[in-house]
């Protein structure tokens, strides 16, 4: 399916920009994103030099979960990255990133159920009702299920707008997944708040181009002279962001909601 | 005085060949200054028949008050490799694995252990003088961090309370506080201020008088490794970890209750007993069981006992007191 409105001037291995992301951008993202696990299993085993130090089950349990939260923040950086850098298509690989956030957060709980408490159920229950930190994992965990069900092409096109709508969960689930990191530590908070100060600039960012924030400083911008817009960054977007919805809309990615997470 | 009989063969955990000789080279290791690690080589230097009683076994019958607490018969002692790289020592990182790579720099000679407060004999010592190897002796005790995991480690000591002894502390000391080394020179986590430096810890007298209480001089027959709180550490097996501070400089009797490092950095997380207790849950985790470190993959969790089962020995010193208020 390919689209020649998306296509770059500079070509590419002779590829459209559909086949592109599909042969090469996918699978190479794809490879990349398994390489936490590799090296995983590498220092599990204690292949190539790689090691999993004393205690495997902690390592195991924080690698995934960090790795989790590495990738859900990257899925969060595509919007950003693909409107500031110009590279609307980058849109495509972002069900990609938020799969694999998914499958490494269960990941992280299959290591906690497995080996750290043992499939110990009664546990199981007071930690993700009594421990604040695990009932936010636990939350963001089950949260994830509903976006990761609906990814599929069908499902994008069967729920229409409100496909958009249920996936800004994202953003909620990234504050639980952060606040989660937060609240285990025992007194050293500082690599934590480095993700919560990124997912703050995430956050402005959308916020800054988010047309409802403008509305609410309008008023403000009324009373200065010459009244600033930012249009500037959004506008010379736009006619690429309509033409991606197009290609997109059949190619599976979000149809609607370009800005979403 | 309460002599067991371990149940854990020695020969189970160190060759015999260093069992037999530690004193020889523990005091060998100690008089030399010598590093971390003093091999069979050291020991096999000091013959065993040169007239001082270097010969130390848990069987002699020269070991009177040698506690060998060796938990269960399946609580092997955790290696070597397990005990010195799997560390929590803030001042050298907040890694696992930060102390065993930058606590090589710090320098543990000479030291010196400063004595101050209600007590007859207060001033500044040169650590030799307490080191006496005669009275060096290895006690198996099970080690439960807060953070829920454990380990059973072999160390070589001797009582706190016959060290405490010897300054004479007056009827006013009802407490005593240990102070870590402030050294951020050398001491790389320090230049952080995730805690209060320097590090400071503390028991009631009584706590420290009791036979368990132990200061730690030794691993596994060897000279204590600077990551595991060289050249003199504290070692209390029925209190969280963090009760068993490191690298002592500072020994203080006091009237009141001191500002113990972790409970002044977050006070309703950590007490000021900090015994262990699984009925008294960490408020975001809970106590009720623990991970052996070194166990395999798929080792269930073990329940963690009471004053980490040590309760014969130590109950009487909280009789009355609510656990639940002063955890």
Redesign the interface.
């Known amino acids: 399916m390919t689209d020649v409105r998306t296509a770059s001037p500079t070509p590419f291995l002779g590829l459209s920009v559909e086949r592109r992301y599909r042969f090469v951008y996918k699978p190479l993202v794809f490879l990349a994103c398994l390489i936490p696990l590799v090296w995983m299993t590498c220092a599990l085993f204690g292949w190539f030099g790689f090691s999993a130090?004393?205690?495997?089950?902690?390592f195991l349990e924080l690698r995934c979960g960090k790795t989790a939260l590495n990738m859900m923040l990257l899925t969060l950086m595509v919007t950003p990255v693909r409107q500031l850098a110009r590279l609307p298509n980058l849109v495509r690989l972002r069900r990609m990133l938020g799969l694999f956030a998914f499958f490494y957060v269960l990941l992280h709980f299959a290591v906690y159920l497995?080996?750290?408490?043992?499939l110990?159920w009664h546990?199981v229950a007071?930690?993700i009702f009594?421990?604040?930190?695990i009932t936010l994992g636990f939350t963001a965990l089950l949260l994830l299920i509903p976006l990761a069900v609906t990814s599929t092409n069908r499902m994008m096109r069967r729920l229409g707008r409100r496909w958009g709508r249920l996936h800004r969960l994202t953003y909620v689930i990234a504050i639980l997944g952060v606040w989660h990191f937060y609240?285990?530590e025992?007194?050293?908070v500082r690599e934590p708040l480095v993700y919560a100060g990124i997912l703050m600039v995430l956050f402005g960012y959308r916020w800054i181009r988010s047309p409802k924030m403008w509305a609410v400083l309008a008023p403000l911008r009324t009373l200065r002279s010459a009244p600033t817009h930012p249009a500037p960054h959004t506008k010379p977007a736009l006619p690429v962001r309509a033409q991606t919805e197009r290609a997109l809309g059949a190619s599976g990615v979000c149809p609607t909601s370009p800005n979403g997470p | 005085m309460t002599t067991r009989i371990p149940r854990i063969a020695p020969s189970e955990i160190t060759p015999p060949e260093t069992y037999f000789n530690r004193r020889a080279f523990l005091s060998a290791a100690l008089a030399a200054g010598a590093g971390a690690t003093l091999g069979r080589a050291a020991a096999a230097v000091v013959p065993a028949a040169a007239g001082a009683p270097l010969q130390y076994r848990y069987d002699a019958a020269d070991s009177v008050g040698a506690l060998v607490h060796a938990p269960d018969q399946d609580e092997t002692p955790n290696t070597w490799e397990q005990i010195t790289h799997y560390n929590n020592f803030y001042e050298f990182g907040i890694g696992k694995g930060d102390p065993a790579r930058y606590a090589g720099q710090l320098q543990t000679r000479p030291w010196n252990l400063a004595v101050a407060g209600e007590a007859e004999v207060t001033g500044s010592f040169p650590l030799e003088k307490f080191l006496n190897p005669y009275a060096l002796e290895e006690r198996i005790y099970r080690f439960r961090c807060v953070e829920a995991w454990s380990m059973v480690i072999p160390w070589v000591g001797f009582p706190l309370a016959a060290l405490l002894k010897q300054f004479k502390p007056t009827s006013r000391a009802k407490y005593v506080t240990f102070e870590t080394l402030y050294r951020p020179s050398q001491m790389p986590g320090q230049r952080v201020p995730i805690l209060k430096w320097p590090y400071l810890e503390g028991l009631r007298i009584d706590e420290a008088m009791n036979p368990l209480a132990f200061m730690v001089v030794g691993l596994y027959g060897r000279v204590l490794p600077n990551q595991n709180g060289a050249p003199l550490r504290l070692i209390v097996p029925w209190k969280y970890g963090f009760k068993s501070i490191k690298s002592i400089v500072r020994i203080a009797f006091t009237e009141q209750q001191p500002q113990t490092t972790w409970s002044v950095a977050a006070p309703n997380e950590y007490g000021f007993y900090a015994n262990v207790n699984p009925n008294v849950p960490h408020p975001r985790w809970s106590q009720a069981s623990e991970r052996r470190i070194g166990a395999s993959l798929f080792h269930e969790r073990q329940a963690t006992l009471m004053f980490n089962g040590y309760a014969k020995e130590v109950a009487y010193l909280y009789k009355g007191m609510n656990l639940h208020t002063y955890f």
Do not use: T
């Open positions: 130090g004393v205690d495997q089950v902690k497995l080996l750290d408490v043992d110990d546990m007071s930690d009594k421990r604040p930190y609240w285990q025992k007194i050293d």
